[in-house]
Nanobody
Framework: QVQLVESGGGLVQAGGSLRLSCAAS????????MGWFRQAPGKEREFVAA????????YYADSVKGRFTISGDNAKNTVYLQMNSLKPEDTAVYYC???????????????????WGQGTQVTVSS
């Protein structure tokens, strides 16, 4: 069992920045890939970004590429999502996710991940 705890959400104006954090505990050997998903009201949960620790490979959704950066410290079992140039359409609950597989396959789906955090709200005002 892996426990994931997110922090760092909040309210920001369009064009602003936020940094989300996710700390993993428990069976962290099963966090070979960690990622972020988001879910806006009335919409399905969508992939945002992921990192595969074994080769430090990062992967982004087209909608956030160039604006968001995923990073972290595998030894500390922590992953971050730096979000810059935020837009109102980035408003959503952001979830941290983890899976044991280190194999990259696109697209990354929520069903590929077995561990989830409780989510943190990000609201971008126009």
């Amino acid at each position: 069992q892996v426990q994931l705890v997110e922090s760092g959400g909040g309210l920001v104006q369009a064009g602003g920045s936020l940094r989300l954090s996710c700390a993993a505990s428990g069976r962290t050997f099963s966090t070979n890939t960690m990622g972020w998903f988001r879910q806006a009201p009335g919409k399905e949960r969508e992939f945002v970004a992921a990192v595969i620790w074994s080769n430090a490979y990062t992967y982004y959704a087209d909608s956030v590429k160039g604006r968001f950066t995923i990073s972290g410290d595998n030894a500390k079992n922590t992953v971050y999502l730096q979000m810059n140039s935020l837009k109102p359409e980035d408003t959503a609950v952001y979830y941290c996710a983890a899976r044991s597989s280190s194999i990259f396959r696109a697209p990354m789906r929520s069903t590929d991940f077995g561990s989830w955090g409780q989510g943190t709200q990000v609201t971008v005002s126009s």
